[in-house]
Nanobody, 120 residues
Framework: QLQLVESGGGLVQPGGSLRLSCSASGFTLGDYNIGWFRQAPGKEREGVSCISVSGGSTNYADSVKGRFTISRDNAKNTVYLQMNNLKPEDTAVYYC?????????????WGQGTQVTVSS
């Protein structure tokens, strides 16, 4: 069974940084494209970023370009989302997902989510 676990969320002030981690159990993360998605209260889930199996291709939502960086360490079975210059509108539950195809569609597994709150 494919299981993903996110960690690293929390409360941070505007302009601050957080690094989210997505770890896998029961399967090899390196076999999948991995995406980060987020859902704010009252809004639909949206795609934030995606990284290809090899890590050679990445994609970002316009709202986070230049502030967020996705990376992966297949040896550690982990994908990261470095979030800098956080804004209140980044507040959401962040989910990672394992996708068969780039740019992260045909999702095969979702994590349980981690809360990110940006507030002073």
């Amino acid at each position: 069974q494919l299981q993903l676990v996110e960690s690293g969320g929390g409360l941070v002030q505007p302009g601050g940084s957080l690094r989210l981690s997505c770890s896998a159990s029961g399967f090899t993360l390196g076999d999948y494209n991995i995406g980060w998605f987020r859902q704010a209260p009252g809004k639909e889930r949206e795609g934030v970023s995606c990284i290809s199996v090899s890590g050679g291709s990445t994609n970002y939502a316009d709202s986070v370009k230049g502030r967020f960086t996705i990376s992966r360490d297949n040896a550690k079975n982990t994908v990261y989302l470095q979030m800098n210059n956080l804004k209140p509108e980044d507040t959401a539950v962040y989910y990672c997902a394992a996708a068969l195809y780039y740019v992260c569609y045909d999702i095969r597994s979702w994590g349980q989510g981690t809360q990110v709150t940006v507030s002073s």
